[in-house]
């Protein structure tokens, strides 16, 4: 039975990591703000459905629409408004695979460089983006050694803690 147990748990991780999604903060550390380059930050990622975009700012001070291309591309926000936030900590799920266009709609802070948009892929595991150019491919790992029966998971993020807990649920059964 405890075989089983371990078996079960080692699938729930293995599913687990092919499933988490990412928050992303916009701006990073800059936080939603005047100043910072958000086309170079949207460059940095990959999106997936699932994902959230949590945009932190000082509240009375900024703003986040979501908008059409159109008023993206003109940063008037009289028009082509899909939804708008004003919280200081808005928390936007990227529900569909599609392009999201945003902007800040105070005055002139979108012209000024408050605006962003990104291309939100179905989710999967090979949304993965090179950080350098490769010249040459990389080689495979090289195989096990054949009397190893062990498997090595390398937990990311708060996978580990789910999986933590999982592995507690399934003790319990």
Request: aromatic letters at 14%; proline letters at 6%.
């Amino acid at each position: 039975m405890g075989e089983a147990k371990i078996f079960l748990m080692f699938l729930t991780m293995v599913f687990l990591k092919g499933a988490v999604s990412e928050v992303h903060t916009v701006g990073d550390e800059l936080g939603w703000n005047t100043g910072a380059n958000f086309g170079s930050w949207s460059r940095e990622y990959n999106f997936s459905v699932g994902d959230t975009l949590v945009f932190k700012y000082l509240k009375g001070q900024h703003n986040v629409y979501e908008v059409i291309e159109a008023t993206y591309r003109s940063c008037n926000g009289s028009t082509g408004v899909l939804a708008t936030y004003e919280s200081g900590n808005d928390q936007i799920e990227l529900n569909k695979a599609k392009k999201y266009w945003f902007i800040c709609n105070f005055a002139g802070h979108c012209l000024g460089g408050m605006r962003f948009f990104i291309d939100v892929k179905e989710a999967n595991s090979t949304n993965i983006r090179p950080t350098t150019p490769q010249s040459e491919p990389i080689p495979p790992p090289p195989p096990p050694p054949a009397n190893s029966c062990a498997a090595i998971y390398v937990f990311d993020g708060w996978s580990f803690w789910v999986s933590l807990v999982a592995f507690g649920v399934l003790l319990q059964l």
